[in-house]
């Protein structure tokens, strides 16, 4: 099949029209025997309808014997790996297998793309011989339909052709269609995405459309919940769990909860090693019991692993990650999966997977031909649905050039008030500033647990944090509040004493920072409030609206853009330790 060469369009637009793939752009061209047996066959096949269809795929070989072929189905879905045919023998390598066709919103777009096409791809030593003889032929067959909501820890990554494991983004549930017995798998799975993102942006309507009795569907969310104030482990995230379960229930399918898996450990003031989402693994447990659903504890082996593995668990992750697996780490993680839930189910919706099958990047390539950058996600047009036309667009326009917005999820909730703990992500974003770990408890309502408490110890170290915003109770105990809505006097205060480069001089009142911030632009007075603003945004919001005191999201973001064009920090880098989905 012909590459796409649309230089318009995102590699995840692209990567879609093209089985997964997207190809490399090396700074310097390999030489042929540097790239053997890694290019990428892509064929597609046009179908009439939406549903579930039997592949049969067969490969004969022609001069040269194929060796570690891997054959992938629809958006770079492992089907099989390890394949050796000789060429010696007349042998003709057959596999059969299902696929469900179905409408997919793309990474970075709101909008469902409703292209009725089965793709198969494959890569290997000898498969692109000239004399290479391939025969596919579909046929629409019924079959359940294993349906895959989560994140990107298990979303359908793309890759880049020429094929390196070591240097393939991959989800771990993008390689059990290796395993699927009589059964399609269908991957709704995004990057960015948290239990009420899903919901929300239209990937879980697809599903339940579709949806029929017999059908399996795993959940596993937790890595964006924890970004959320309103999705904490045992609230929103704990409520969000139970609801997918009871409608997928009543939709005649078969609930799998899976515990978020864990990243590379940290360690505490002591050297214990922790995970920030430990409460989020035992939030899944209580949801399991409490509703009698199938649990697979994800984080519980991962975070095992991680830690016997030691510096060697970083190879089985994309170069400078710790959350998002590469190839070899998708297969570990997915294996586990399938061993686990092989067992629990009543029917074989799964084959056993070969015990002597491990995937190990310990004789791969870790070094790959030096690529030119990625197209920039950023320079696209901001994707969120509920900010088009409003007063405010330019500048959140602006922030999101900047990289301070998420370009996964589709809504922004501009008008809604912004949490104080949740602000600080995207504050640390704009200032160029990484958190501090460990946390050293100086507040009674921050855990080291917490996603923000490496924030909330740089803000406290840097002497950012203005008495009069902590609450202190009679026993001396000190309250970030940080699920309080942010305030215009408090954001001008982290602006302005950010400001001042000696920290010994940042003890700078609330009304000193808000005039000043007021001066220099960054807010208004607390007099404006969103009531003026009567359209869909308000109309639609579900949380709660900013008005008096309480600035909107949407001048945070403003006023942030602002900063960064003030401060001339346009063009430095994010901070070391931000987040950033594998997405462009």
Same mark, same amino acid.
């Given at each position: ?21 997207? +190809? ?17 066959? &892509?064929?597609?096949? +046009? ?14 070989? /022609? *001069? ?19 394949? =050796? ?15 469900a066709v179905t409408p997919y919103i793309p990474a970075l777009s709101p909008n469902r793309c409703n292209d009725k096409v089965i793709f198969v ?7 692109? %011989? ?105 609230? /929103?995230?704990?409520?969000? !769990? ?14 799998? !909860? ?19 989402? $430990?409460?989020? =693994? ?39 990650? &710790? ?22 189910? +009543? ?9 002597? =099958? ?27 649905? %509920? ?18 917005? $998420? ?39 921050? =855990?080291? !647990?917490?996603w923000d408490a490496g924030y909330v110890q740089a803000l406290y170290d840097g002497n950012l944090i203005d008495s009069e915003t902590v609450k ?18 408090? !954001? ?8 001042? *480069? $000696? ?44 008005? /008096?005191?309480?600035?909107s999201r949407a001048e945070v973001y403003s006023a942030l853009s602002l900063f960064i064009e003030r401060t001339g920090d346009t063009k430095k880098?994010?901070?070391? $330790? ?7």
């Amino acid at each position: 099949m012909k590459k796409q060469n649309d230089n318009s369009a995102t590699d995840a637009e692209l990567a879609l029209k093209n089985g997964g793939w997207n +190809d490399r752009r090396f700074e310097v061209e390999p030489a042929k025997e540097e790239i053997a047996g890694r290019k990428v066959t &892509i064929l597609r096949y +046009d179908v009439s309808e939406f549903g579930t269809y039997k592949v049969s795929f067969e490969l004969k070989p /022609g *001069k040269r014997d194929i060796e570690n072929m891997t054959l992938f189905a629809g958006r770079r879905n492992m089907i099989e790996r390890k394949i =050796s045919v000789s060429s010696s023998k007349g042998k003709t390598y057959k596999k059969e297998f299902y696929v469900a066709v179905t409408p997919y919103i793309p990474a970075l777009s709101p909008n469902r793309c409703n292209d009725k096409v089965i793709f198969v791809s494959f890569t290997g030593l000898g498969t692109d %011989d000239p004399d290479v003889k391939v025969n596919v032929s579909i046929t629409k067959e019924d079959v359940p339909v294993i349906w895959v909501a989560g994140d990107s820890t298990l979303t359908d990554q793309n890759a880049g052709d020429p094929y390196y494991p070591y240097g393939s983004c991959a989800g771990w549930a993008q390689t059990i269609s290796r395993a699927a017995h009589k059964a399609a798998v269908c991957n709704l799975a995004h990057s960015g995405m948290t239990s009420n993102c899903f919901r929300d942006d239209g990937h879980y309507d697809i599903a339940k459309e579709l949806m029929k009795k017999g059908d399996l569907f795993i959940i596993q969310f937790g890595h964006n919940d924890q970004k959320r104030r309103n999705l904490a482990a045992f609230g /929103g995230y704990e409520d969000n !769990l139970k609801k997918y379960i009871e409608e997928v229930r009543s939709l005649g399918a078969l609930p799998i !909860l899976c515990t978020p898996i864990s990243r590379v450990p940290g360690k505490d003031e002591d050297g214990k090693y922790f995970s920030m989402l $430990d409460q989020y =693994s035992k939030a899944c447990y209580k949801v399991s019991k409490e509703t009698d659903t199938i649990l697979v504890d994800l984080h519980g082996y991962t975070f095992e692993k991680w830690i016997e593995y030691g510096e060697k668990a970083r190879d089985y992750f994309i170069k400078g990650d &710790i959350t998002h697996t590469n190839e070899y780490g998708a297969v570990l993680i997915a294996d586990f999966f399938l061993k686990s839930i092989n067992g629990k189910l +009543d029917e074989d919706y799964f084959y056993d997977i070969d015990e002597d =099958s491990f995937f190990t990047p310990d004789k791969d390539t870790r070094e790959l031909p030096k690529e030119l950058p990625s197209k920039d996600v950023f320079s696209i047009e901001p994707p969120f649905v %509920d900010t088009v036309g409003i007063p405010e667009y330019e500048g959140i326009k602006k922030a999101f050039r900047y990289g301070l917005l $998420d370009p996964c999820v589709m809504h922004l909730h501009p008008y809604a008030v912004m949490p104080r703990a949740q602000l600080l992500m995207v504050m640390f974003k704009a200032f160029r500033l990484a958190g501090k770990r460990p946390y050293l408890n100086e507040y009674a309502d921050i =855990s080291e !647990l917490d996603w923000d408490a490496g924030y909330v110890q740089a803000l406290y170290d840097g002497n950012l944090i203005d008495s009069e915003t902590v609450k202190k109770d009679g026993a001396g105990k000190l309250f970030f509040r940080p699920d309080d809505p942010l305030t215009y006097k408090e !954001l001008a205060s982290f602006i302005v004493r950010y400001m001042e *480069k $000696d920290v010994t001089k940042r003890n700078i009142s609330l009304s000193e920072c808000e005039k000043k911030a007021v001066e220099l632009g960054f807010v208004l007075s607390e007099a404006r409030s969103t009531d003026d603003h009567v359209n869909e945004s308000i109309k639609n919001e579900k949380y709660r609206l900013a008005k /008096g005191e309480y600035i909107s999201r949407a001048e945070v973001y403003s006023a942030l853009s602002l900063f960064i064009e003030r401060t001339g920090d346009t063009k430095k880098e994010l901070p070391s $330790d931000v987040e950033v989905h594998p997405v462009h």
